[in-house]
């Protein structure tokens, strides 16, 4: 086999505990092989490296899961701030996307990339447009990624809506099991309210048939709640069950506003919420309930949501945005702790894309980031769970790898051009803006 050995450092285990040991990785089979002490791995391998990446002063975990994001909205990052979530949709993001070129989406789709690989993301689940260009980047990148094409139907005619719809379904198809193994689908509408009610009932039984999960906007704002109930006579979570919506494998992004029996029937589903902290702080969408979420048993991950909104994809922020929102919400200062964020970035990001990694242990996904622990603003490490959450950043990564592959070795990004991405990403988007002004 072709042994890569991670050495020297402390591993996150599955339980939350650190422990001085090295890391085996399979690169044939993108697996980790072993974890022990370094005198021992060897042995439990029966070989010696073939290659050593040097984890000394530093912690290695399982690589970040970016659970909800729109990757190439990096391209529209600063470019509309200081609003809520509709108008900032549809005065500003709306008529920006209506100009985007599938090579615009890559070029986004490739800066979201670096930057995600920057920062010790392995995987992501990403609803947008030009889902084949998105795609090819991550293939490239060597990332993992749940991919969806985001269905709307509003303001679109019967033809359009059915279009889109079946865009969406074919896109879950065609693209499921890409970049060998690494991309999953899963049908995408963008919301309970920007989809009209007999395309979600008819996507969502292909979506069935096809054997892909659904992911969708839920419960984000109350301005987005209150027209449901108010013309459905029932909550959100209620109409999603009553769509076929609500399964095991589905995934909603944010979940702010969910009351009491909504948070049971989450549990109940096994519909897992991903979280967006930032997103809901910056347009001031409220405080999801997440340790309820959490007690009640939901599954709970972590997203950016698109860098227009957040403005970074770095999935260390949003672990200590979700701690301190967590406890504002809960008005309890133990709630969400420490432990718990690192664990919805890890393992709970990965059960909710139901993607592998998550977990540092023989058998799992070799999908790892290396945190240097030895920055002044990391120093002493009294607790290193408690400084991933609350004072670590994306640029403390020293090393990423997904799938056996080293994504990134000393800061340099080996998969894409870093300087070439972020040059092309800067052209584009200042293009796509005079088209938009031009427009206008
Ligand atoms: C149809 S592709 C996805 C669509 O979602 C938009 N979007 C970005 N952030 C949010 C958010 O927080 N809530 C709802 N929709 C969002 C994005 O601009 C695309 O149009
Ligand atoms: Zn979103």
Known sequence: MDYLRVAGGRVLRPDGRVERADVAVDRDEGTIRAVGPPDEVDDAVGATADETLDASDSLVIP??????????????????????????????IWPAE??????????????????????????????????????????????????????????????????????????????DGAADGRIRTAFMPHSLTTVGEEYLREGVAEAREADVPVHLHANETTDEVDPIVDERGER?????????????????????HVDEGEVDRLAEAGTAVVHCPASNMKLASGMAPVQRLREAGVTVALGTDGAASNNDLDVFDEMRDAAMIGKLAADDASAVPAEAVVEMATA????????????????????????????????????????????????????????GEILMRDREVLT?????????????????????????
């Open 236 to 256: 959100p979570i209620a109409y999603a069950e009553s769509l076929d919506a609500l399964g095991p494998d589905d995934f909603f992004a944010h979940g702010v």
């Open 98 to 175: 209506a100009e985007l070129t599938p090579d615009d989406v890559e070029a986004g789709a490739a800066l979201g990339a670096v930057e995600m690989i920057r920062s010790g993301t392995t995987a992501f689940a990403d609803m947008y447009f030009e889902t084949d260009r998105v795609a090819d980047v991550v293939d490239r990148a060597g990332l993992r990624a749940r991919l969806g094409h985001g269905v709307v139907t509003v303001g679109k005619d019967d033809a359009d809506a059915r279009a889109d719809v079946e865009e969406g379904l074919a896109v879950a198809r065609d693209l």
């Open 416 to 440: 894409l051009d870093a300087e070439a991405v972020q040059e092309r990403a800067a052209e584009a988007a200042a293009d796509l803006v005079d088209r938009v002004d031009a427009a206008e």
């Open 348 to 403: 709970g990001g990965a059960d909710a894309l139901n993607l592998p990694g998550g977990r540092i242990e023989a058998g799992a996904a070799a999908d790892l980031a290396v945190v240097g622990l030895d920055a002044p603003h990391l120093t002493p490490v009294h607790d290193p769970v408690s400084h991933l959450a609350y004072a670590a950043r994306g640029g403390d990564v020293r090393h990423t790898v997904c799938d």
């Open 63 to 92: 690589g970040l899961v970016n659970a909800h994001t729109h990757v190439a909205m990096t391209l529209l990052r600063g470019y509309a701030d200081d609003k809520p979530l509709d108008p900032w949709l549809r005065e500003d």
